[in-house]
T-cell receptor, first 111, second 112 residues
Framework: DVKVTQSSRYLVKRTGEKVFLECVQD?????MFWYRQDPGLGLRLIYF???????EKGDIPEGYSVSREKKERFSLILESASTNQTSMYLC??????????FGSGTRLTVV | GQQLNQSPQSMFIQEGEDVSMNCTSS?????WLWYKQDPGEGPVLLIA?????ELTSNGRLTAQFGITRKDSFLNISASIPSDVGIYFC????????????FGKGTTLSVSS
């Protein structure tokens, strides 16, 4: 089975800090994605990547950046964390355009 | 961005009841998928639909890809307590280089 591992299940950070959320997949998938999940809003796409060093903005990229230096790793960066970025962050990967495998999520609280 | 309209937002049912939820879009989709998210975990794929009109089952779950390609439904028969969770529909538009679009989810609660 494909495994998508997010480095932290829970994080608490201070306003203004630079925050790194790490995601690693072990099945050589080309595609990786970052979503955030908020109650009543579902999953909203932040950024995605179809290849190493390639990135595409999703629906809500403001305040975020990403890095994909290696195929298996896709990092989400909050340049200066704010309280409205408190959320559940979900990483996913896929070989095709359809079957996404998700990690267990990182619940980030910004205080 | 593009939105999927998923309903109902939440459901409270008794064990043994059947459940139905659906998703609609103003745009055509090439693929419809249904995911389930257990508390504290990431979503897991339940059913994938690739052709208009397709009806697919996975145990007690049945899903259909609408003929117009703008809608899909998921039915759960004879619900059990472990069906509790959030169910998401997702679709892929017929345009290269795009990511899945998700509905806002249906939260299912089952009382025994």
């Amino acid at each position: 089975d494909v495994k998508v591992t997010q480095s932290s299940r829970y994080l608490v950070k201070r306003t203004g800090e630079k925050v790194f959320l790490e995601c690693v997949q072990d099945m050589d998938h080309e595609n990786m994605f970052w979503y955030r999940q908020d109650p009543g809003l579902g999953l909203r796409l932040i950024y995605f990547s179809y290849d190493v060093k390639m990135k595409e903005k999703g629906d809500i990229p403001e305040g975020y950046s990403v890095s994909r230096e290696k195929k298996e790793r896709f990092s989400l960066i909050l340049e200066s964390a704010s309280t409205n970025q408190t959320s559940m962050y979900l990483c996913a990967s896929s070989l095709s355009d359809y079957g996404y495998t998700f990690g267990s999520g990182t619940r980030l609280t910004v205080v | 961005g593009q939105q999927l309209n998923q309903s109902p937002q939440s459901m409270f049912i008794q064990e043994g009841e059947d459940v139905s939820m659906n998703c609609t879009s103003s745009s055509i989709f090439n693929t419809w998928l249904w995911y389930k998210q257990d508390p504290g975990e990431g979503p897991v794929l339940l059913i994938a639909l690739y052709k208009a009109g397709e009806l697919t089952s996975n145990g007690r779950l049945t899903a259909q890809f609408g003929i117009t390609r703008k809608d899909s439904f998921l039915n759960i028969s004879a619900s059990i307590p472990s069906d509790v969770g959030i169910y998401f529909c997702a679709g892929h538009m017929p345009r290269a280089g795009t990511a899945l679009i998700f509905g806002k989810g249906t939260t299912l609660s089952v009382s025994s």
